[in-house]
């Protein structure tokens, strides 16, 4: 709880030290370790906080060699650790293998992405202490190296990214990469004249393909930049997440037997994963609450409610919907059954033309094994859905959706430590959404945010891997980059690609009964 009162929380990616973990995560960690020493109470710590996370997410797939941590030295509890390490500041950065002997950087240290990622990639090259096991080479390749790769290194691809000295991109991709199987990367400088001469390179930054036996093949990207060249090659065929099986084929896919695989559009959303959404949230997961009351019971009032505003469904559903909403909006009493509500969801007599069908039929959210994807995935959808329908329908309350999905993630998902990540998110910013697009927008960057935290993890299906969404493929004009070349969303072009991707007019309904 402590460490929840200082400046960072469990769902920012940064390890919240404590006298109870700093031997564990400082002294016997393999990677190296960047440190921000803060107090809860300085300004400058304060500001630098989100720029902080926001490393913690830029270099998520470097954490086997370099992973971030973050000690509130106001904490009473934390004084003796901040007092042994000799701080005499806040901010103060440390950037070593064993923090015990790193010089501090003090408070002396780059306040932005890409100056930080600089320093620490020049931590680990100047480093005098053991190499992290997991970090991969870094300096740049010659000739020589390249013509025997192949006889000692076995990968399946290799890529070369051409560049001046004194740009790090190589640097950065080949950390990028660190988790993946089956491809090494490797920079070449400009002034490395016969590899630039045998591939013909005449612009720099640029990425080969290099393979066996001398073949190459420059790297197809938008822009010639980081998040292009790691985006590219994570996803060449054979690159797995270390540890990973390699995705199934899609017909072991197709001929599976519990529940045969429906061919689908992978970028377009289909009803039948709406309306399998709708039936699992209120037949299965709002059955396990016997009584609704109180909060509970205001926050479901709230989300039929803007169901039967927003959901764009076949008119059997939204008559459901109506009738559940006017159902609900009359009950005066503080506590409902939820048998009570069940017979209206189920009453299809009374009210003729009125059903919302039965179980559920997954089809863009199928998942390659039967715990895969599913429920949550369409919980997204829906909301997303939500969000560009009251967008476009003239609503003017630009909280009206976003609220009333944190109020049912906060009461009714069934995953908690979602639901619990989901609330930090909201708490931090869902207030300042004040226009309609901005809601749009909010719940897009932060389903991105979701999706950086647990790419590679168990629950990531091998054949749907997390990304930050729209990919370039999908929609080029969606990324840009400034003129130091990071990444940059072009949201001029997001909010429409989302208002167009989420429209109720290209909802697909093949499947539906
Ligand atoms: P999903 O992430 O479910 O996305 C569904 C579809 O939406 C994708 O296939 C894609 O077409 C589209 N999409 C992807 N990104 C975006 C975007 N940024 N904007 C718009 N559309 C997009 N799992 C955890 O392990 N830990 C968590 O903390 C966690 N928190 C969650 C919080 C909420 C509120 C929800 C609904 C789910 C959460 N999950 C969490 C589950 C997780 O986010 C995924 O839903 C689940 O792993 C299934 O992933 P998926 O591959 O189907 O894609």
């Known amino acids: 709880a402590a460490a929840e009162a200082g400046l960072y929380t469990s769902s920012d990616l940064v390890v919240l030290l404590t006298p109870e973990n700093v031997g564990s995560v400082l002294v016997n960690s393999t990677a190296a370790m960047v440190v921000e020493f803060y107090a809860s109470w300085c300004g400058h710590c304060i500001a630098f906080s989100p720029v902080y996370t926001r490393l913690a997410r830029d270099v998520k797939e470097w954490k086997p060699a ?3 941590a973050a000690i509130d030295c106001a904490a009473e509890e934390n004084r003796k650790i901040c007092t042994g390490y000799k701080i005499r500041g806040y901010p103060t950065l440390k950037v070593s293998r064993c923090t015990h002997e790193a010089a501090a950087t003090g408070g002396n240290f780059p306040r932005d992405l890409r100056g930080l990622r600089h320093r620490i990639i020049d931590k680990l090259e100047t480093h005098k202490e053991p190499w992290p096991p997991a970090c991969p080479p870094l300096e ?7 013509d025997n790769f192949f006889e000692t290194n076995n990968v399946q691809h290799l890529a070369l990214i051409f560049e001046e000295p004194q740009s790090y991109v190589g640097r950065e991709v080949t950390l990028d990469l660190l988790q993946f199987e089956n491809i090494a990367v490797r ?6 004249e016969g590899l630039v001469a045998k591939l ?5 930054p640029s990425c080969y393909l290099y393979y066996p036996g001398g073949n190459f093949t420059r790297l197809q990207v938008n822009i010639e930049a980081r998040t292009f060249y790691s985006y590219a090659l994570q996803r060449l065929p054979g690159v797995v997440r270390s540890g990973r099986p390699p995705p199934a084929s899609p017909d072991t896919l197709k001929n599976r037997t519990e529940e045969p695989w429906k061919p689908f559009n992978k970028s377009r959303v289909y009803m039948a994963d709406l309306e399998s959404t709708l039936h699992y949230s209120l037949r299965v997961e709002l059955a396990v609450h016997a009584v609704i009351k109180g909060v509970a019971l205001k926050s479901l009032k709230k989300y039929i409610s ?10 059997v559903v939204m008559n459901l919907l ?3 909403n006017s159902w609900l909006q009359s009950q005066s009493a503080d506590e409902i059954s939820y048998v009570a509500l069940k017979e209206i969801l189920d009453n299809t007599a009374q009210v003729p033309n009125t059903a919302l069908p039965e179980g559920t039929k997954w089809v863009g959210c199928q998942g390659s094994q039967p715990y895969l994807r599913r429920y949550p995935c369409g919980v997204w959808t829906l909301f997303h859905v939500l969000t560009v329908q009251a967008k476009i329908l003239g609503g003017s309350d630009p909280q009206e959706v976003l609220s009333s999905m944190r109020s049912y993630v906060h009461n009714f998902f069934g995953c908690r430590p979602c639901a619990e990540h989901f609330e930090n998110m909201a708490v931090e910013s869902l207030m300042e959404v004040n226009t309609m697009s901005a809601a749009v927008l909010w719940l897009w960057s932060r389903h991105n945010r979701v999706n950086n935290r647990i790419a590679g993890s ?5 054949h749907f891997p997390k990304i930050q969404w729209p990919p370039p493929d999908l929609c080029p004009a969606c990324h840009n980059v400034m003129d130091n070349r990071e990444h940059r969303w072009n949201k001029e072009v997001v909010l429409p690609f989302l208002l167009s991707y989420f429209n109720s007019s290209r909802i697909l309904t093949d499947y539906l009964d």
Not at 140 to 146: F, L, Y
Not at 200 to 204: A, D, K, P, Q, S
């Open 187 to 192: 920079r070449v400088l400009n002034t490395e």
């Open 306 to 315: 803007v169901l039967t505003k927003y959901f764009p469904g076949r008119p």
């Open 200 to 204: 013909g390179v005449t612009e720099f």
């Open 458 to 462: 168990l629950s990531e299906d091998p």
């Open 140 to 146: 740049p390749t010659s000739q020589a190296e390249i």
């Open 66 to 68: 370099v992973n971030l």
């Open 322 to 324: 109506k009738s559940v």
